[in-house]
């Protein structure tokens, strides 16, 4: 018995000892390796489950260790807690000291004092600028953060090299209590780019560590060029983090609006007016609003803050997207997240409890037809001179159904002041009947007119001169542009393409992109190359605006082109035009039909 007994412990061990168990019942061992790009700097056999302890490696020739990684593109640290359940390698950061000369601020928004001043980077004071250590790329903020505000580090207003989400070091407290979140792959540079959004309010200090040497361009973002290529800075090392100090310090009151934006609705503009805003009835918020078919939109916030008996704005970090649809609103509404899209033409109401968004929709409420008229000071005229001389300030449809109005030729002398009012199609133009104003919040950024005052919100005329007006009222925006002597009045549009490969979704408004007026003064047209699969759509503004254009797609598309078919993808629906051929392609936006028809170039 005690041989038999012997012989099998003998043979259990010299099996253990080939097949890497350390014992009779124990478990595997793995092999963890150290890398230096291709060099091995050790190898260590660990236990199954057990963890793997870290060491500072050294480099010749002046190199400073920096952290250890789990993948060789060194996007993501090395987590020493994590069990070893397989082979491991884990790659070693070395850098070249370099004095960091950049100066970093905070840029964001939200209802957090300092963010509430930035306004996504429009304002950029001593406050917001991170305050660096002595002989350290050292970055350090402290700022208070309420939820839902979202920030990133970086340069100046075109947000040069940020730094955001993918940089945090950590995302929660010791017990588990999320502090920050954002979006985007901590395994790549997705996450990068992407805001961070405080998820636990409080008063944080924040340190931004940099190793500029190690800096790098990610040239296949989405509208890279050589001239913009900062704002597609990364460092492969750089590395945020924080300490939590404590609750709040400065708890001002601030109010959170939401106003609706699209494509057509607004022209993609953020129009604050009592026609875009949501009503706010006790944190529950409400809107009906009629949409056209196809029609992409969502809702945007606006912050308000009231302190000492003045009021002051800045944009939101809060956004309603399709994400936050119920089930049932699938039925009137498009999207599963981003934007969402109209299905049918008709009078939608939503409702908004903080999370999730319901929609309920009315396909016979129609707008009622108007007549509209500027009225003002302008031009030797008072107010209400309109009534008296009905025809003189009358806007006229610029051609039928397509609810745009204008009114050409209107001198504005500086300090005049205009609006324009609108009655009940066919109604009388007096103090008599019901009449709704449209007035400075309506329009169009322009920097030759403003509101009249804090308290009076007609436009007030900065820059004299001859202009026409125009009134969509569909989007309820009013835009006014510079009237050219002896234009022929179809001339009163800026008209651009825009699309992925083309400018990369971004607005540019360079006689590259812009359509110019066909020799009969009938439509707009530009002759471009394209190839396969550049998607785009065409962007139509008054002329010398920059926001309120509509974006045609698909659903515009006219019978003229002979390469019409070409731009048209499978499935049907308004969507934005793809190119399914490379080629040499005249583009033409038809004025009155408001159509656009592809025709093939041949050399």
Not at 447 to 476: H, M, P, R, W
Not at 490 to 503: C, E, F, P, R
Not at 510 to 526: I, N, P, V
Not at 582 to 598: K, L, M, P, Q
Request: with cysteine; hydrophobic share 30%.
């Amino acid at each position: 018995m005690k041989k038999s007994l012997l012989a099998l412990i003998a043979i259990c061990a010299v099996t253990a000892m080939s097949a890497g168990i350390v014992a009779c019942g124990g478990g595997n061992t793995h092999t963890v390796t150290f890398m230096d790009g291709d060099t091995v700097l050790k190898t260590e056999e660990v236990e199954d489950g057990a963890t793997v302890s870290e060491y500072t490696p050294t480099k010749e020739g002046g190199y400073e260790f920096v952290d250890w990684f789990a993948t060789p593109s060194k996007n993501h640290e090395y987590d020493f807690t994590t069990p070893i359940t397989d082979d491991v390698t884990i790659y070693a950061g070395f850098t070249l000291f370099k004095d960091d000369t950049r100066e970093f601020y905070v840029l964001g928004s939200g209802t957090s004092e300092l963010l509430f001043t930035s306004d996504w980077g429009a304002v950029i004071t001593d406050a917001h600028k991170l305050t660096k250590a002595d002989g350290k790329n050292e970055y350090s903020i402290t700022m208070d953060l309420k939820e839902g505000d979202q920030f990133q580090f970086a340069l100046d207003s075109e947000w040069s090299n940020k730094r955001g989400y993918g940089y945090l070091e950590t995302l929660t407290m010791p017990d588990g209590t999320e502090v920050f979140s954002g979006e985007g792959s901590p395994y790549d540079d997705s996450a990068k780019g992407s805001n961070i959004v405080c998820e636990y309010a409080g008063n944080y200090t924040l340190t931004l560590y940099t190793y500029p040497n190690d800096d790098y361009y990610n040239t296949s973002g989405t509208g890279y060029t050589e001239d913009r290529k900062e704002i597609y800075n990364l460092g492969t090392y750089d590395k945020i983090t924080w300490v939590r100090n404590g609750d709040v310090i400065n708890d001002s009151v601030t109010i959170t609006d939401f106003y609706i934006k699209g494509a057509s609705i607004t022209g993609w503009a953020d129009m604050y007016n009592s026609d875009t805003q949501m009503v706010n009835n006790g944190g529950t918020y409400t809107m009906s609003v009629y949409l056209k078919e196809d029609d992409q939109f969502m809702f945007t916030s606006r912050v308000t803050k009231i302190e000492d008996g003045e009021t002051s704005y800045s944009t939101g970090s809060e956004y309603i997207k399709a994400e936050n649809l119920d089930d049932a609103s699938s039925s009137y509404v498009g999207g599963e997240s981003g934007n969402m899209t109209a299905l049918a033409n008709g009078t939608y109401t939503f409702t908004y409890d903080g999370e999730t968004l319901s929609v309920a929709f009315d396909a016979t409420a129609v707008p009622a037809a108007y007549d509209y008229y500027i009225d003002g000071t302008f031009d030797g005229n008072n107010y209400g001179d309109f009534i008296t001389s009905p025809d003189e300030f009358k806007m006229t449809e610029t051609s039928e159904g397509s609810g745009v109005y204008v009114i050409s030729q209107v001198t504005l002398t500086e300090g005049a002041e205009l609006l324009i009012r609108s009655y009940l199609e066919g109604e009388t133009a007096d103090w008599n009947h019901t009449h709704v104003d449209y007035q400075y919040a309506n329009m169009a950024a322009n920097a030759a007119f403003s509101a009249a005052s804090e308290t009076n919100n007609n436009i007030l005329v900065l820059t004299e001169g001859v202009y026409n007006i125009t009134f969509d009222s569909y989007s309820k925006i009013i835009t006014i542009s510079e009237y050219v002597e002896g234009a022929n009045p179809a001339d009163t549009l800026d008209v651009y393409i825009k699309g992925s490969a083309v400018n990369s979704w971004n607005h540019n408004f360079s006689a590259d992109y812009r359509f110019t007026l066909s020799e009969d003064e009938s439509s707009y047209e530009l002759t471009i190359t394209l190839t396969a699969n550049d998607d785009f759509g065409i962007e139509v503004f008054s002329k010398g605006a920059t926001e309120g254009g509509a974006f045609k797609k698909t659903g515009v598309i006219g019978t003229a082109g002979d390469a019409n078919s070409l731009f048209v993808p499978e499935g049907g629906g308004e969507v934005n035009f793809v190119c399914s051929v490379a080629g040499t392609y005249r583009i033409v936006y038809n004025i009155s039909a408001d159509t656009v028809d592809f025709y093939t170039v041949t050399e």
